[in-house]
């Protein structure tokens, strides 16, 4: 029984140190636990997607302890309202696709758990559980017991620094020292000096050079190794088992010449091939990491908050200007941006973008509030405790409940690519070598080492990557933020666009408004005289809490007026808002939702705000929008190769107006309600259209959801909504054609990325199976052919885009 692997973790067990259980063997009491805890909560497929995934857990007695303090708490924790808590945990052992599975069923071993997300790339998973139900201490004891224990640093959680690893540029350095030594030392092999005192020497060198080779083969390659063995184990080939084939086989090769004294062997293109290789690899990093970059601290999405000045004038300023000890006013249905401690009186916060429970929290004075929490009601005030986080935002964004569920064609392209690029290149390399061993052993070799090395599907596979992450990096300069890259394949395949009307095609800056009073007024009485310094106020103030464009325009329209403090907010999406403001009850909205008698409504066909005030009514102010600059050619442009389609929840007073500048064949459609605008958009998409929806984002929220793309117009308000796949700001609306070209463009270079890298494989195989491409060669031309993928992808996405 010897030799025995643990069914759990893979260790080779000594014989008289089995542990049996279920008919299976395991290495210590651990893994056992382990494997129990699975088979009890139904979680054995575990082991299905790699075999013996786990490692065994260590004893922790005590560790967590510090856990308990709630100071600690305080600093782990991304987010605490009432029982919900979110904390994101660090996991070095994360390493294949059972870590992930297992840790996102954590709900499943632990009843207090309720969601668990896993960065892959970070090593970090995301868990959602009830403090009330299991600690954090819980938490991290459960994660150790079954083999992923946390690393948890306070250190780098007060300071805000992180762990680099710098395993690569170590590897790297050795390798360029092994090299650069070796082929000093090969000098004179090479040109086949005769001197007495090298003659002598020779076999000492030759031995020098073996000894310096070793670091190279054994450190320096090592993770080539591991990746190898890992595929092998998971019965799915990678691209890593030819090129360790290879250095392994140039290794044997190379010492066996030294061993024999047939020559100095090949440890210099060995190291040289080494070096090569991991600077391909920096490369390749370095490159992500920059888009990476890119990504997350450039690409501020164009989200505007109002500021409550020192001299109580209020100011909408980006987001990102927002520091520590700043007042913020938040208007109902607004995202609170950053974590901060409530001035007014009392508030409701509707977390479920952060936790998922649409049920609204209540806050009162002095009471902490989190950012991602969305304000329902009374316009709020707050002090900011911290600048806003990029990467919270993101993360909201990103959340998989906004997720859409596509096929992502030029991802499976490339799987299927990669997943039988290495049988085939192995095939290649055992056949040129059982061709070439009969004529020369020497060309066998090295045929066989440079198949191996040569052919290489990593530009292939991150054509896509590449392309797709610098067309996001040139939209975001261009204020046209995506959620992933997903959207701009998505983007690429729209063929009917679905406009909303006010705020989206309107702007909300500029607007002719005219103010209509009642028609029952009294003979002689001035229009304007209906509404008096009090009236004024009275709406001023209710206007200001409500975050719909109509109400933006008419706030900014209305003279500046003393606040007051509002005792009950309504708004109701698509009817309008109901308020008491000093014992008086405000209803501003649609004709219907004030309740104006039919013969009150003189013309009704025209966009306005009613007003009722104390069961009164007052009339109307009458808005004659302003259309964005640009429309009409815009939408000439957009109608030769798409469905134009235009819904809004006002009346049809304008569909005369936009008549003029909107092509023949444009739909207009009014007076729908939110949930009709997303029923529209569904029957659009069962009848095979790719809808693109362009809005506000807060009144469309769920039709930005339905469509294949939602876009948000963000102007001067903070409208933000994770429903929606792209925020747009307001003054790059006129280029909305040339974004969806851009989009389509970067499809095309794809597929032209494509055909250079199958171009580059069958050349270098070519060359390589003849016997005309040495090891050395090969090595360097391998991270060539990914530099030129990426300098292509970028040369060509930078001309697409200049083609503004």
């Given at each position: ?18 542990i ?21 909560h ?5 082991y ?18 510090f ?16 029982n ?16 992930i ?21 970070e ?21 150790s017991s079954?083999?992923?224990e946390?690393y ?5 959680y ?58 190279s083969?054994l ?50 293109s ?5 070096f ?31 500021r ?5 004038s ?10 520590k ?5 938040i208007r ?15 508030a ?7 936790t ?12 902490k ?15 900011v ?8 935002l993101t ?33 290649i ?9 009969f004529?020369d ?28 992450g ?18 701009i394949?998505q ?18 800056k ?27 106020i ?23 007026t003393?606040?007051?403090?509002i ?39 025209k966009?306005?705000i009613?007003?009722k ?5 007052y ?17 000439f ?8 389609k ?38 659009l ?47 790059e ?26 171009l ?40 697409y885009?200049?083609?503004?």
């Amino acid at each position: 029984m010897s030799g025995q692997s643990c069914f759990h973790c893979g260790l080779t067990i000594p014989e008289n140190e089995i542990i049996y259980f279920d008919q299976k063997e395991f290495c210590c009491n651990g893994c056992k636990t382990v494997y129990e805890i699975f088979s009890l909560h139904d979680l054995t497929s575990y082991y299905d997607f790699e075999k013996s995934p786990g490692a065994s857990p260590q004893d922790i007695q005590g560790k967590y302890d510090f856990l308990d303090n709630e100071s600690i708490l305080s600093k782990l924790l991304e987010f605490q309202e009432e029982n919900t808590a979110i904390v994101s945990l660090n996991i070095p052992h994360i390493h294949c696709s059972s870590c992930i599975w297992i840790l996102e069923n954590l709900n499943k071993i632990q009843s207090g758990i309720s969601t668990s997300q896993v960065n892959f790339p970070e090593k970090r998973v995301r868990i959602t559980f009830n403090s009330d139900t299991i600690s954090l201490k819980e938490v991290a004891c459960l994660l150790s017991s079954i083999g992923y224990e946390p690393y948890i640093s306070l250190e780098n959680y007060e300071t805000g620094k992180k762990n680099i690893d710098r395993t690569l540029t170590y590897r790297l350095g050795v390798a360029f020292f092994c090299f650069g030594n070796i082929m000093l030392l090969s000098f004179p092999e090479y040109f086949e000096i005769r001197e007495f005192w090298l003659d002598n020497y020779k076999p000492f060198f030759r031995f020098l050079i073996f000894v310096l080779a070793l670091p190279s083969f054994l450190y320096s390659a090592r993770g080539y190794y591991i990746s190898a063995y890992h595929s092998i184990k998971t019965r799915m080939l990678n691209i890593d088992i030819p090129i360790a084939l290879g250095i392994i086989v140039m290794f044997v090769r190379s010492t066996f010449d030294i061993l024999m004294d047939y020559g100095p062997g090949f440890f210099d293109s060995l190291t040289g091939l080494i070096f090569f290789m991991l600077l391909g690899k920096m490369f390749q990093t370095k490159t992500y990491s920059f888009l990476s970059f890119e990504r997350d601290f450039k690409s501020y999405f164009p989200i505007a908050v109002t500021r409550i000045n020192t001299d109580s004038s209020e100011e909408s300023v980006p987001v990102y200007d927002i520091i520590k000890g700043n007042r913020l006013l938040i208007r109902n249905q607004e995202l609170i941006p950053v974590d901060g401690i409530l001035i007014s009186e009392k508030a409701e916060i509707d977390y479920s973008f952060v936790t998922g429970e649409a049920i609204p929290v209540t806050k009162n004075s002095g009471n902490k509030i989190f950012a991602g929490g969305k304000h329902i009601g009374k316009i709020i005030e707050m002090e900011v405790l911290h600048s806003v986080s990029q990467s919270y935002l993101t993360q909201l964004w990103s959340n998989e409940i906004f997720q859409k569920k596509v096929n992502q064609k030029h991802k499976t392209i490339t799987d299927a690519i990669s997943r039988y690029f290495t049988p085939i290149l192995l095939l290649i390399a055992f056949a040129g070598f059982g061709y070439w061993i009969f004529i020369d052993a020497n060309i066998a070799f090295n045929v066989f080492t440079a198949v191996l090395i040569v052919a290489c599907p990593c530009a292939l596979a991150l054509t896509a990557p590449f392309t797709f992450g610098n067309i996001l990096r040139i939209l975001g300069k261009q204020k046209l933020y995506l959620k992933n890259a997903l959207v701009i394949e998505q983007l690429a395949k729209v063929d009917t666009i679905v406009f909303d009307k006010t705020g989206t095609i309107t702007t909300n800056k500029k607007s002719n408004i005219l103010y209509e009073s009642s028609p029952n007024l009294s003979k002689g009485e001035k229009p304007e005289s209906a509404l008096s310094d009090e009236n004024n106020i009275l709406i001023k103030n209710a206007l200001r809490a409500s975050n719909h464009p109509l109400s933006r325009m008419l706030y900014d329209f209305l003279p500046e007026t003393k606040k007051s403090k509002i005792d009950d907010f309504q708004e109701i999406t698509g009817k309008g808002i109901q308020c008491l403001i000093n014992n008086q009850m405000v209803q501003l909205g649609s004709a219907k939702f004030v309740n104006v008698p039919i013969l009150e409504i003189t013309e009704r066909e025209k966009t306005a705000i009613h007003i009722k005030i104390d069961g009164t009514y007052y009339g109307k102010f009458i808005f004659e929008n302003q259309y964005r600059n640009g429309l009409e050619k815009l939408f000439f442009d957009l109608s030769k190769n798409y469905q134009i389609k235009i819904l809004s929840g006002d009346n049809d007073g304008e569909r005369a107006a936009l008549a003029t500048i909107l092509p023949t064949n444009t739909e207009l459609i009014f007076n729908q309600k939110p949930e009709q605008k997303l029923h529209y958009i569904k029957q659009l998409q069962e009848k095979g259209f790719n809808v693109m929806m362009v809005g506000d984002g807060l009144n469309d929220a769920g039709a930005l959801a339905q469509s294949n793309v939602g876009i948000s117009i963000s102007e001067n308000v903070n409208v933000f909504s994770p429903a929606c796949d792209a925020i747009l700001d307001a003054s790059e609306f006129s280029h909305l054609d040339y974004f969806l070209k851009l989009s389509q463009k970067s499809i095309n270079i794809i597929k032209m990325s494509f055909v250079l890298s199958l171009l580059y494989n069958i050349i270098g195989l070519g060359f390589a199976i003849t016997g005309n491409l040495l090891p050395l060669v090969a090595a360097i031309i391998m991270p060539l052919s990914t530099i030129t993928i990426v300098s292509f992808v970028t040369l060509m996405s930078n001309f697409y885009a200049n083609q503004k």
